[in-house]
């Protein structure tokens, strides 16, 4: 759940949108190094990524999707690198995914 002052990507978000059509639009780069960015960058910080507005996650979730399909996709893609940065995708979504339990269905999103 997002802390009391949400963080938004108002200011950022037209670079990561930029960055993304150039190098999975236009293929102007490996989109591992995307991936890399969105892993290596502060953006992943359990703080920053606790304190995301609703409509940050969201643009957040998707472009970190894209981008791992994208990699996924690719002829050879660095095995060792790309296992890691999954796991570093799969921790940064438990904090971002908003889970319920229902007292009768169990769990859902």
């Given at each position: 759940m997002p802390g009391r002052n949400p963080?938004?990507?108002?200011?950022?978000?037209p670079y990561?949108?930029?960055s993304d059509f150039l190098c999975r639009g236009k293929g102007a780069s490996d989109p591992i190094q995307l991936l890399r960015f969105y892993c290596t960058s502060?953006?992943?910080?359990?703080?920053?990524?606790?304190r995301l507005s609703e409509n940050a996650r969201l643009f957040f979730i998707v472009h970190l999707a894209q981008a791992l399909?994208?990699?996924?996709?690719?002829?050879?893609?660095e095995l060792g690198e790309l296992a890691s940065m999954r796991r570093q995708v799969v921790d940064a979504l438990t904090i971002i995914l908003p889970v319920?339990?229902?007292?009768?269905?169990?769990l859902f999103l």
């Open positions: 963080a938004s990507l108002q200011h950022s978000r990561l949108e930029l502060s953006l992943m910080g359990k703080m920053t990524l606790g399909s994208a990699c996924s996709d690719q002829p050879s893609p319920r339990i229902h007292p009768s269905r169990g």
